[in-house]
């Protein structure tokens, strides 16, 4: 086994996370459940976004949330996700670099666009989280860098990510790389629908 570059590498989804104070009659007013999870389209997601207060954007999705917790303890990680060539993925690209992961992944031209979560959090620190998957579920096989993933101790995989075709292609490639170079594979299972659809 050769020397690693990364510590971790990381194959998720690349969200952002929009997030905003709110209460409960606003929750109401928009035909939520509160503390809830649901997905999105992107109508919703417009439409939600332009009812809601003012927000506060951070990158987020739950293999790049990983890295970062690993980055900020001294680990060299990197990561792997689609986003989309508008504003929220220039965000998403800079925070995460910013925090100190690697990310070269080239933006999706055209829709959908980048995946966003609006996380509404009332007084009572419940956050009702409205998730609008867009570009990240598109991350295509040929993105999976060998040399990128041969340079990693371990490979971590974003569960919620395995549901699409697309990036669950990307993902099997990477493994089959992974393997052969003789590195870690982890996967987080993220829900139970992805036991239930995948075993």
């Given at each position: 086994?050769?020397?690693?570059r990364?510590?971790?590498l990381?194959i998720?989804n690349a969200?952002?996370?929009?997030?905003?104070?709110?209460?409960?009659?606003f929750?109401?007013?928009?035909?939520?459940?509160?503390?809830s999870?649901?997905?999105?389209?992107?109508?919703r997601?417009?439409?939600?976004?332009?009812?809601?207060?003012?927000?506060?954007?951070?990158s987020g999705g739950?293999?790049a949330?990983?890295?970062?917790?690993?980055?900020?303890l001294?680990?060299k990680?990197?990561f792997i996700?689609?986003?989309a060539?508008d504003?929220?993925?220039?965000?998403?690209?800079h925070?995460?670099?910013?925090?100190?992961?690697?990310?070269?992944?080239p933006?999706?031209?055209g829709?959908?666009?980048t995946?966003?979560?609006?996380?509404?959090?009332?007084?009572?620190a419940?956050?009702?989280?409205?998730?609008?998957?867009?570009?990240?579920?598109y991350?295509?096989?040929?993105?999976i860098?060998?040399?990128?993933?041969?340079?990693a101790?371990i490979?971590?995989?974003?569960?919620y990510?395995?549901d699409?075709?697309?990036p669950?292609?990307?993902?099997?490639?990477?493994?089959?790389v992974?393997?052969?170079?003789g590195?870690?594979?982890a996967l987080?299972?993220?829900?139970?629908f992805?036991?239930s659809?995948h075993g």
């Amino acid at each position: 086994m050769t020397d690693t570059r990364f510590d971790v590498l990381a194959i998720g989804n690349a969200i952002v996370d929009i997030i905003a104070d709110t209460d409960d009659a606003f929750i109401a007013s928009e035909g939520l459940t509160k503390g809830s999870m649901q997905l999105i389209d992107e109508a919703r997601a417009q439409a939600l976004y332009a009812h809601m207060g003012p927000a506060r954007e951070i990158s987020g999705g739950s293999a790049a949330n990983t890295l970062a917790g690993l980055a900020r303890l001294g680990h060299k990680t990197a990561f792997i996700g689609q986003v989309a060539t508008d504003q929220l993925g220039e965000v998403f690209a800079h925070d995460i670099r910013a925090g100190g992961i690697h990310f070269d992944i080239p933006a999706r031209d055209g829709a959908p666009s980048t995946a966003r979560c609006y996380i509404l959090v009332t007084p009572d620190a419940q956050r009702t989280m409205n998730t609008f998957l867009g570009a990240s579920q598109y991350l295509p096989a040929t993105v999976i860098d060998k040399s990128l993933i041969e340079s990693a101790a371990i490979l971590y995989l974003e569960g919620y990510l395995w549901d699409p075709e697309e990036p669950r292609a990307a993902m099997r490639t990477a493994i089959d790389v992974a393997r052969a170079a003789g590195r870690k594979v982890a996967l987080t299972l993220s829900d139970a629908f992805v036991i239930s659809r995948h075993g």
